[in-house]
T-cell receptor
Framework: KNQVEQSPQSLIILEGKNCTLQ??????????LRWYKQDTGRGPVSLTI?????NTKSNGRYTATLDADTKQSSLHITASQLSDSASYIC????????????FGRGTSLIVHP | DTGVSQDPRHKITKRGQNVTFRCDPI?????LYWYRQTLGQGPEFLTY????????KSRLLSDRFSAERPKGSFSTLEIQRTEQGDSAMYLC????????????????FGPGTRLTVT
């Protein structure tokens, strides 16, 4: 069964600090991995998409890495801001034409002033 | 605002009633997706359309659930004989191509419809 596990489940940091969120997956065959940011009560917003051949992708203060051999990804947030407080969700899709993505449960990040 | 709209934003219904949600995707997007999300969980895939054709359905989509996209534009998701376990946020998303298969095929999510079954 395809699974996506995220850690930590929740994280509290001070404004201006950096943090790293983890995503481990068992989805196979692998097609792509996406990170989303979801504010409370709103739909997810895409941060990065990575395919098998990509091992890093940046979007402003967000940098995602992918190790397809170990099936791990991380999302690093630099110089956190209060607006970074949200849930961060990792999504992995299979290759082979069938679109049924596997979502992680998300990491809840709280940034305190 | 991503350009994807959903209506209503909130719905409270009694167990056993039928409910229908609407999603209006970004106009040029031919793919449309429905997800369900319960508190503290990530979204779960329900179904997706390419134009008016329903190409994938999750086993989560029981026979009480039906989705349509009659003209390849807006979509509706109907839940018949609602149960308390149906209480969740129902998210719709759209994309130009199959999500994640190319850099331009990003999914844009709507704000969701929160369903509460009492």
């Amino acid at each position: 069964k395809n699974q996506v596990e995220q850690s930590p489940q929740s994280l509290i940091i001070l404004e201006g600090k950096n943090c790293t969120l983890q995503c481990n997956y068992t989805v196979s065959p692998f097609s792509n991995l996406r990170w989303y940011k979801q504010d409370t009560g709103r739909g997810p917003v895409s941060l990065t998409i990575m395919t098998f051949s990509e091992n890093t992708k940046s979007n402003g203060r967000y940098t995602a890495t992918l190790d397809a051999d170990t099936k791990q990804s991380s999302l690093h947030i630099t110089a956190s801001q209060l607006s970074d407080s949200a849930s961060y969700i990792c999504v992995v899709s299979e290759s082979g034409g069938s679109y049924i993505p596997t979502f992680g449960r998300g990491t809840s990040l709280i940034v305190h002033p | 605002d991503t350009g994807v709209s959903q209506d209503p934003r909130h719905k409270i219904t009694k167990r056993g009633q039928n409910v229908t949600f609407r999603c209006d995707p970004i106009s040029e997007h031919n793919r449309l997706y429905w997800y369900r999300q319960t508190l503290g969980q990530g979204p779960e895939f329900l179904t997706y359309f390419q134009n008016e054709a329903q190409l994938e359905k999750s086993r989560l989509l029981s026979d009480r659930f039906s989705a349509e996209r009659p003209k390849g534009s807006f979509s509706t998701l109907e839940i018949q004989r609602t149960e308390q376990g149906d209480s969740a946020m129902y998210l719709c998303a759209s994309s130009l191509g199959l999500a994640g298969t190319g850099p331009s095929y990003e999914q844009y999510f709507g704000p969701g419809t929160r369903l509460t079954v009492t």
